[in-house]
């Protein structure tokens, strides 16, 4: 984004861009606890993941997917997350119930770790998924972005997840 801004402030209308098909999306190790156990615990920070302030203040021109096979693929049919339709605050409604029904609090918040390989984009990305958790759900999340060789051994030995 730094350089995107900076190559857009020296060569403005010579600059264009044009869309691309991606997808972004975290994967979370969901074979030990807690995400194992509780379905609400896995829902609940997915829908608070801010789509449109990302979009708008982070990645810049990126449209939010609320489809995991965007929806403009030819003969693919896409299903929209039930997301998809609500205002932001009815999701943070529910996400705030789904996450209190699964026993986690502002005061007895669900400590996560994450890694994610150390592209600059990523990590931002991450810092402000993390945000969000923690402003709206009170969730304290761990990031470590090593080296992406050693990102990808530790994915293999499984240790994406909670702590």
Excluded: H
């Amino acid at each position: 984004m730094p350089d995107f801004n900076r190559v857009l402030a020296n060569y403005g209308p010579e600059i264009q861009t044009a869309p691309i098909l991606g997808t972004l999306f975290l994967a979370s190790n969901t074979t030990g606890p807690p995400l194992n156990r509780n379905k609400d615990l896995r829902k609940a920070p997915s829908m608070k993941v801010e789509s449109e302030m990302i979009a708008q203040n982070v990645t810049r021109g990126v449209t939010p997917a609320y489809y995991f096979v965007a929806n403009r693929v030819r003969n693919c049919a896409s299903t929209a997350y039930p997301r998809a339709s609500l205002s932001l605050e009815k999701t943070l409604n529910e996400a705030r119930a789904l996450y209190k029904r699964a026993g986690y609090t502002a005061t007895n918040p669900l400590r996560i770790k994450f890694f994610f390989n150390s592209n600059e984009g990523i990590r931002r990305l991450m810092i402000a998924i993390a945000g969000g958790w923690k402003q709206n759900l009170g969730v304290e999340t761990e990031l470590t972005s090593p080296e992406f060789r050693v990102f990808l051994e530790e994915r293999k030995k499984k240790v994406l997840g909670c702590n």
